[in-house]
């Protein structure tokens, strides 16, 4: 699957539907548009078998950069056997 397909214009260009959409950037990560205009970083995978869903942030609050290292960061837990939303949790 191909990464980082979403460029900062991209996303700051985004304009609100009647539904909310996803604007994917790959390896789980992407941009969730809510009809109101608030876009929510969310990263999508798989844990003991199950899909997870994990809310990074608010953007612009949480830049394109930030949202992929976050990404990234919580692929590695991910491989190390952690949950990250559990390890959030905790936190």
């Keep these: 699957m191909a990464k980082n397909k979403l460029t900062?214009?991209?996303?700051?260009?985004?304009k609100p539907t009647t539904k909310q959409f996803k604007l994917s950037d790959g390896g789980g990560l992407y941009l969730l548009v809510h009809s109101n205009g608030s876009k929510y970083w969310r990263f999508d995978f798989r844990f003991d078998g199950k899909q997870k869903s994990s809310s990074l942030g608010v953007w612009p609050e949480v830049t394109?950069?930030?949202?992929?290292?976050?990404?990234?960061?919580?692929?590695?837990?991910?491989?190390?056997?952690?949950?990250?939303?559990?390890?959030?949790?905790r936190k």
Aim: hydrophobic residues 30%.
């Design 8 to 14: 900062e214009s991209a996303v700051k260009e985004a």
């Design 64 to 89: 394109l950069a930030t949202a992929r290292t976050k990404r990234n960061e919580a692929k590695k837990k991910i491989k190390e056997g952690v949950n990250p939303i559990e390890e959030k949790k």
